[in-house]
């Protein structure tokens, strides 16, 4: 399914309302160039893998991404989506300049991702969660930080980015990260 520019699939596996998994995932890209990104919900099979994320800066075999993807985005989530356990605090390990996160029920936790990414997306998940709660939570669409989705997803290595690395080598071996 497309919408707002970003092709979505969500998979039949997840017991949840698609249609707002699919709003959680727009909401998240809003402000954002998201021209040519690919995005799948997809089970999480282990309870650790719950709410992480991973972005592919070159496009996996598997699964194969749509043709017009230049950017794929897979977000992994529970079968059964419930709010219980929350509010849940969670904090990158071993990383002292990640920020702590709190979030109050499953859809903070979709929109702000979990421990899986770097420091980077960590503060980038902290200020949509912030922006998402400030516009009112699902109630209406909050203000998004204006950026090209290359900008937002490059992951940051030994102090920079891979595209002030320019290595095509880097970029080839994107870590677990957390874009919502």
């Known amino acids: 399914m497309d919408g707002g520019g970003i092709r979505m699939v969500v998979s039949?596996?997840?017991?949840?309302d698609h249609h707002e998994l699919r709003r959680l995932v727009?909401?998240?890209?809003l402000g954002v160039d998201?021209?040519?990104?690919?995005?799948r919900v997809e089970r999480a099979h282990r309870s650790w893998d719950a709410?992480?994320?991973?972005?592919y800066f070159e496009l996996p075999r598997r699964p194969r991404p749509h043709p017009?993807?230049?950017?794929?985005v897979r977000l992994k989530v529970p079968s059964v989506l419930r709010n219980r356990g929350y509010p849940k605090s969670y904090r990158y390990p071993r990383r002292k300049t990640a920020p702590s996160i709190t979030v109050d029920d499953w859809r903070e936790?979709?929109?702000?991702?979990?421990?899986?990414?770097?420091v980077a997306a960590e503060r980038w998940a902290a200020s949509i969660l912030r922006d998402w709660r400030a516009g009112g939570g699902s109630d209406q669409p909050a203000s998004r930080v204006t950026g090209d989705v290359t900008a937002a997803i490059m992951p940051i290595r030994e102090g920079r980015s891979v595209q002030e690395d320019g290595s095509a080598a880097?970029?080839?071996?994107?870590?677990?990260?957390?874009?919502l």
């Open 68 to 72: 017009a993807t230049r950017f794929l």
């Open 12 to 16: 039949e596996e997840i017991r949840a």
């Open 170 to 179: 880097a970029a080839s071996r994107w870590e677990q990260m957390s874009l």
């Open 51 to 55: 709410f992480t994320g991973r972005a």
């Open 26 to 29: 727009q909401e998240g890209f």
């Open 34 to 39: 998201a021209s040519g990104v690919e995005v």
């Open 109 to 118: 936790r979709f929109i702000a991702g979990l421990r899986r990414s770097e």
